[in-house]
């Protein structure tokens, strides 16, 4: 069960940490999505296959249709630094620039256009979730991830290594702290039944 007085803390928090970028203006991804399409080939060979599966451990590779750019410049940064646990991850996000982070980034943000709709049940637990993700799982802000339509079992996995520190993020880490596996695995299938994120068709 959550802890209110902690999640609110950490609510806000996260507030404030929209309300800089949005009053900076901070946007990382600027590039084209064109030059991103043809420096993707590598990552659609997972990203652009629907339903492809990461081999031990096994579950699904993330869709990044219609996912926030920045938000995967940031994702990529963080594999590159070795802030997530993905050697292939580490092995692709070291060759690139940040002007490569960039494009890719952009590219997969216009494979889809992933707008809010109305939930219908919104989990209990999903509360500590809306500052930054939205009441269905479409971030109002570029900084966040969107998580509507994403494999559960790709967003169980996620929770679990920000729980165990795997994935370094304070924020996140404070938030998953706080979960059973139960509520993870009823939070999960929640946001992925929800309309949002697509896998970009290869052409």
Excluded at 176 to 195: K, M, N, P, S, V
Aim: charged share 20%.
């Amino acid at each position: 069960m959550l802890d209110p007085k902690l999640t609110k803390a950490a609510s806000r928090r996260v507030l404030a940490a929209a309300a800089l970028l949005a009053a900076s203006g901070a946007s990382w991804a600027q590039g084209d999505p064109a030059d991103g399409r043809i420096l993707a080939e590598t990552c659609l060979g997972c990203h652009g296959i629907q339903g492809y599966m990461n081999a031990y451990p096994n579950y699904h590779v993330p869709k990044l249709g219609g996912q926030k750019a920045d938000y995967i410049v940031a994702a990529l940064n963080a594999y590159k630094a070795e802030q997530r646990p993905h050697a292939t991850m580490h092995s692709q996000a070291a060759t690139l620039s940040d002007e490569d982070m960039q494009a890719i980034a952009a590219y997969f943000e216009s494979t889809a256009t992933v707008a809010p709709a109305t939930a219908d049940r919104l989990p209990q637990q999903a509360a500590a979730c809306v500052a930054c993700h939205g009441e269905t799982g479409v971030a109002p802000s570029p900084a966040f991830p969107t998580l509507a339509g994403q494999y559960a079992d790709y967003l169980a996995r996620t929770l679990r290594e920000y729980k165990s520190g795997e994935r370094q993020n304070a924020i996140m880490a404070g938030f998953a702290a706080q979960l059973g596996d139960e509520e993870i695995e009823e939070l999960a299938a929640w946001y992925a039944g929800q309309d949002g994120l697509v896998t970009p068709g290869l052409d």
